[in-house]
């Protein structure tokens, strides 16, 4: 069902036309009678959208901050999505930066309140900020911990069905849980593994819910970039197996801080293969009158597993990086062959099994569908063919990740292919002027472009220092700045790094420095905005934390932030002619900017940037110098 148009449709005028005449009005007139700057950035930006839907085109909107971008882009989304009848996507960087889009006192609900529009907006968050019931379950049944019995207390009555049908409302998000930590919300939240089309509760489940709600949108659907990009890469397969696809079709997409999508497609568009789960798995199906040679088969899967991912973190690289290279060795592709041919044995053998209805069917179902999964990754893993592959520490085991093949192809062929405008918008979208870094990454040849400056005048607002320290100086340089109670964001190249850090922070400075992962990170931020706490640490935000004013007046930026020498960059760095010039210097320049620019949000702003350099990072002064708004100065 369409919702009223903003403005009146004419036959004099094409629905373009009549588009640009009211974004012209609404922004020089009407919002600013309503209080809101005019500024002459956001029109030209709102004007450049308008033609981009006009041309069925992908636009990379560069907009410097205090730009307006939000209203730039949310005027002509409302506008299109009424006139086609079908909702404008709006895809953000993460999770956290969803709830600030729609908090109460920002920009979507203030535009509406203004020009008197009632915005229907939607979140369609990852599977994984759901609360999987089955999980709750199988973790209350093995653990006492307080936090699953306060879980358990929360959820609604119509869930144990204890309440009327007409009482059932989306319940179970992350963000409703803000005093877990996210180990903690790890233990009791989807997993996919899960068998969602299997389960007995699934009408009743949180997930299923917001779904249902969220596809019934007719004007704004916002998700994060990893959802779009799991929904890009299931779309198919959930249409063959008769299942809607996790996302409506949408009239036009616009992604903030669009320069992230890449690494969101490179972390959908892999196969993962973990130490524990496929004997988790076997272990719960292994129940009393199973068939003899089914056990069999499933004792030698788990032994010649165990023995893949022993030789496996034998042979994977001893060093720092998150992803770690591995020496493919004649053995390890033998046994990760044998796994193949164990697995799809067991396949088999499981289809007699279902029939004699001895193992459950749900979990049974699980198993199935894991062992299908398995079979294809491992033997990408194991073949001669394009796919990256690595190996990482995830909650605290060895996980086997692989990608088929570089995301550029993939996104070329099932997005950028399509006649769907779609807008990139961000502050940082161009290296050196040119938008080719970004567009090679993601697989687009044809598209629009502009760049706009920022309103502010930064040299009266903000000051910008690069600090030499010795090695193994940092944290105590941070510390000294800290200790003014300034509040202060520090940003990290990585988990690892900040955990390094905080190693290093005293006992007794603890009660004052918030770390992401403590709790749920949109908590984290909204206690750092009210002052309860004068230090964030964080290695996701960037980009996309907006805390104006003396909430937040200082950024350290704890280290230079460079792409590690992984496999996955290192399969970037050899289709290029100057590895560190076309990826790891833009990489670095524009994860920089970025940073930077969460101090300065609004007019009234003010502060400081500290760039902490030891080692070789001190040598790469002249790289950065000059993609800051101001003079850098240097320091000792």
């Known amino acids: 069902m369409k919702s009223k148009m903003p403005f009146p449709l004419s036959k004099e005028k094409s629905f373009y036309e009549s588009l640009n005449d009211w974004i012209g009005d609404t922004l020089y007139d009407d919002l600013t009678e309503k209080g809101f700057e005019c500024r002459d950035e956001q029109i030209y930006m709102a004007f450049q959208i308008e033609q981009a839907l006009k041309e069925k085109k992908v636009l990379f909107a560069e907009a410097g901050v205090g730009t307006g971008k939000t209203i730039a882009y949310l005027l002509p989304a409302i506008a299109y999505a009424r006139y086609t009848g079908k909702p404008a996507l709006i895809s953000c960087a993460d999770e956290t930066l969803i709830d600030q889009l729609v908090k109460e006192d920002g920009d979507i609900r203030k535009v509406g309140e203004a020009l008197g529009l009632d915005i229907d907006v939607r979140l369609a968050k990852s599977r994984d900020q759901y609360l999987c019931l089955k999980r709750l379950e199988e973790t209350g049944n093995t653990s006492t911990e307080e936090y699953i019995e306060w879980i358990e207390d929360s959820i609604p009555d119509f869930v144990h069905g204890n309440a009327s049908l007409q009482s059932i409302h989306p319940y179970g998000e992350r963000s409703d849980y803000p005093a877990l930590s996210d180990e903690q919300w790890k233990t009791v939240n989807f997993h996919p593994i899960q068998q969602c089309a299997a389960c007995d509760v699934r009408n009743r489940c949180g997930q299923t819910i917001h779904r249902n709600h969220y596809r019934e949108a007719v ?7 990893d959802f779009y990009m799991e929904h890009i890469w299931t779309k198919e397969s959930r249409k063959r197996q008769g299942q809607l696809p996790l996302l409506p079709e949408a009239s036009m997409i616009v992604f903030d801080e669009g320069h992230l999508l890449e690494y969101s497609a490179q972390r959908a568009l892999t196969y993962e293969v973990q130490n524990s789960t496929l004997l988790n798995l076997l272990e719960r199906i292994m129940v009393d009158g199973i068939r003899e040679k089914t056990l069999q088969l499933m004792e030698r899967l788990i032994d010649t597993h165990e023995a893949f991912f022993t030789l496996l973190e034998r042979l994977a690289d001893d060093t720092d990086n998150e992803r770690k290279a591995i020496e493919k060795t004649a053995e390890l592709m033998a046994i990760g062959k044998e796994s193949v041919q164990i ?3 067991l396949l088999e053998e499981f289809v007699f099994d279902g029939e004699l209805f001895i193992i459950p069917e749900y979990d049974l179902k699980m198993v199935e569908e894991y062992l299908d999964q398995y079979i294809y990754s491992m033997e990408l893993f194991t073949s001669q063919n394009d796919a990256v592959d690595w190996l990482e520490e995830r909650e605290g085991e060895s996980t086997l990740v692989i990608m088929p093949r570089l995301v550029t192809d993939i996104l070329r062929e099932k997005l950028f292919s399509s006649k769907t405008p779609i807008v990139f918008s961000s502050a940082t979208l161009s290296v050196g002027e040119q938008f080719t870094y970004l567009a090679d990454g993601l697989g687009i040849q044809d598209f629009l472009s ?26 105590q340089r941070a510390l000294e700045l800290l200790e003014d109670g300034e509040q202060t964001l520090i940003l990290f190249k990585s988990e690892r790094a900040m955990h390094q850090f905080k190693d290093q922070v005293p006992a007794d400075w603890k009660e004052r420095i918030a770390f992401e992962g403590e709790r749920e990170l949109s908590s984290i931020v909204r206690e750092f905005q009210q002052k309860q706490v004068p230090v964030l640490c964080s290695y996701h935000l960037w980009e996309g934390l907006d805390i104006p004013q003396d909430a937040l007046t200082r950024v350290i930026i704890y280290d230079l932030p460079l792409p590690p020498s992984d496999p996955l960059f290192d399969a970037r760095r050899q289709h290029a002619k100057d590895p560190f010039r076309e990826v790891d210097l833009p990489f670095m320049l524009l994860r920089l900017r970025q940073g930077a620019g969460r101090l300065i949000r609004t007019s009234a702003d003010s502060g400081t940037v500290h760039l902490l350099l030891e080692g070789e990072e001190q040598q790469m002064k002249a790289e950065i110098e000059g993609i800051f708004p101001v003079q850098m100065k240097m320091t000792n």
């Open 450 to 475: 502009f760049s706009v400056e920022s309103p502010f005048d930064y040299d009266e607002v903000m000051e910008v220092f690069a600090t030499d320290v010795e090695v193994g100086g940092k944290a």
């Open 343 to 345: 697995s799809t044995a």
């Open 219 to 225: 004007e704004l659907v916002i998700c994060s970039h």
